[in-house]
């Protein structure tokens, strides 16, 4: 394991997260994954403990960052694939926009040879002490000012902004060779601008919500892509290899279902989850 002392533990209220907090005396990180509360307990008198840091909060995005620390997604091991098809020549830089852990730049070094890897996220309670990956705590748009790297990564976020104008933008100032981008985009001539309300079994709307989960047409993408500079850019479909049973939670959380042609198709809550990853080439 390459992360330092990490746990990740069970808990339902500030009770039972303040008790993970003493279990996990000795460990540097702790994961607390509640049903559906939102408990910012990182400094809480009840749970504090100094040999403890409560790393994040919220059950499934606290579950969704610990597992990936653990073993690469799927998606991100096709991504490296991807990756490789294009990259022509070692980078030395690369940034990760919306880096969350840095577990994606982590199982994706192979790529990279011996690039400096910076991780960017406007969220600062994911761990992030990997090895080799600098963290920078800050807001997408923001990157413009970080200077410029040959790569650029954004991973399963444009989805989730309210749009991917600005930051995209942001990145092509930034970016001097390519961009790698996974979202969910859609062949059809349409943006489909999705908010989605999570509740409890009280019909409690859990504090994150609502959340984006937006399916951008990949055609009116490549155009803007093309008008800010891009030379080239090349789609393809993320077809998950494994299945993934349905959450019992009743809450958003990816499963598969089977095609008639065999393929998986990737559900979460009502949504259908169309993947691509792009390569964009500047
Ligand atoms: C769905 S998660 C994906 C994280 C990671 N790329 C992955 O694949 O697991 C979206 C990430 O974008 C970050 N994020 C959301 N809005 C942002 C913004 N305006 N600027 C920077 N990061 C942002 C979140 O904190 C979160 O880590």
Request: hydrophobic share 40%.
């Amino acid at each position: 394991m390459y992360h330092k002392r990490c746990a990740v533990a069970e808990g339902g209220n500030g009770f039972q997260n303040w008790e993970c907090a003493e279990t996990a005396k000795g460990y540097s990180y702790l994961y607390i994954i509640s049903s559906i509360d939102c408990l910012l307990l990182g400094r809480d008198e009840r749970c504090y403990n100094p040999d403890v840091t409560i790393a994040y909060r919220w059950s499934a995005a606290a579950a969704y960052h610990a597992a990936q620390l653990e073993s690469p997604k799927r998606s991100t091991v096709a991504l490296g694939k991807f990756i490789r098809k294009y990259l022509d020549r070692e980078p030395a830089s690369v940034i990760d926009v919306g880096c969350g852990t840095g577990a994606n730049l982590h199982w994706l070094r192979d790529c990279f040879g011996d690039a400096r890897l910076v991780g960017l996220d406007i969220n600062d309670v994911f761990c992030r002490d990997l090895e080799g990956i600098e963290f920078v705590q800050q807001e997408n748009c923001a990157v413009s000012e970080l200077g410029t790297f040959d790569v650029g990564l954004s991973i399963q976020c444009l989805s989730w902004l309210d749009a991917y104008e600005r930051p995209i933008q942001a990145m092509f100032k930034s970016c001097r060779q390519w961009m790698f981008i996974t979202s969910l985009f859609t062949d059809s001539r349409v943006d489909s601008i999705n908010r989605v309300t999570q509740y409890d079994e009280d019909f409690r709307a859990d504090s994150g919500s609502p959340y984006f989960y937006n399916v951008y047409s990949i055609e009116r993408f490549r155009r803007f892509c093309l008008a800010n500079g891009a030379k080239e850019i090349m789609a393809q479909d993320f077809e998950i290899d494994i299945d993934i049973p349905k959450p019992e939670h009743g809450l958003m959380g990816t499963y598969t279902v089977r095609a008639e042609d065999g393929r998986r198709l990737q559900i979460s809550g009502p949504l259908f989850m169309p993947w691509k990853m792009v390569a964009v080439r500047i």
